[in-house]
């Protein structure tokens, strides 16, 4: 029994570090994981925009109770990778997630908020593939650029996909959702045409808070636009980690860099 126990919990540790190599993209095998993900993120995507023409067909609830049980084995083998259990409940992302599978679950009683999916794509921004990815295509330096657009584009569609939830739900096709997207890049940018307006506190305060953080990231995605494109490549002497791609020594300290080719 001893024997046993012990040969099946190599099996689990085995498993659990072969998940734990598909979450970092050092491998082509990792990286085509992790991209399919990303893929199946953007039809959880468009399955939120298609939802109001085919809301009252059974392939709704088919297609929506599939996406529940894709996001509940998403949750469990993300559990199983993390190096406990309170690290992975810890996580912002594992929160959202199960919030999302609870409005998948009762798509009747609760909104459709699929569209939070796409935070998906914000946490992949944060993550080594997009960094891997970009060396891949020999892209590395623009790292800061494709990171905050990711960012800019992630909260645009988080707010327009909330506005839409909220107050544009009901309204027939499309039209609700180039509603909600109308008004949030009017808010955005400040413009304020005052032609779409959303009602009560909750619309006033959905419109401050949208032109806050929204002016904050537009003007990130600015100075990541303008400024000289830069290597991440911390300095094993003082730590600065922003370099020039051909940087030979560090503008800190003087200190030799070795920062590697893009294709390397």
Not at 30 to 41: K, P, S, Y
Not at 164 to 184: S, V
């Amino acid at each position: 029994m001893a024997i046993f126990t012990r040969s099946g919990q190599a099996e689990r540790l085995t498993f659990r570090e072969g998940v734990r190599r598909l979450e970092r993209p050092t491998s082509r095998k990792a990286f085509l994981t992790q991209a399919g993900f990303a893929v199946i993120d953007l039809a959880i995507l468009a399955f939120f925009l298609a939802g109001p023409y085919f809301r009252s067909s059974p392939s709704y609830l088919i297609i929506d109770y599939t996406i529940a049980v894709w996001i509940a084995f998403e949750l469990v083998i993300r559990a199983m990778a993390a190096p406990s259990f309170g690290r992975w409940i810890a996580r912002p992302m594992t929160w959202l997630d199960l919030f999302l599978l609870i409005t998948l679950l009762f798509p009747d009683m609760l909104f459709n908020f699929a569209f939070l999916r796409v935070m998906r794509l914000w946490a992949i921004g944060q993550s080594p593939l997009l960094r891997e990815g970009l060396r891949r295509a020999g892209c590395a330096v623009y790292l800061d650029v494709v990171r905050a657009i990711l960012n800019f584009l992630t909260f645009l569609f988080v707010v327009t996909g909330f506005v839409y939830t909220t107050f544009f739900y009901g309204r027939p096709g499309i039209e609700g959702f180039i509603d909600a997207l109308y008004f949030t890049v009017a808010t955005v940018t400040t413009t304020g045409f005052g032609d779409i307006t959303l009602p009560g506190t909750i619309g006033k305060l959905t419109s401050v808070m949208t032109m806050i953080i929204g002016i904050s990231l537009f003007v990130r995605l600015a100075q990541a636009v303008v400024r000289p494109n830069k290597v991440t490549y911390p300095c094993h002497h003082c730590g600065l980690q922003r370099h020039d791609a051909d940087a030979v020594h560090c503008k800190a300290c003087g200190e030799i860099l070795n920062i590697p080719d893009e294709g390397s």
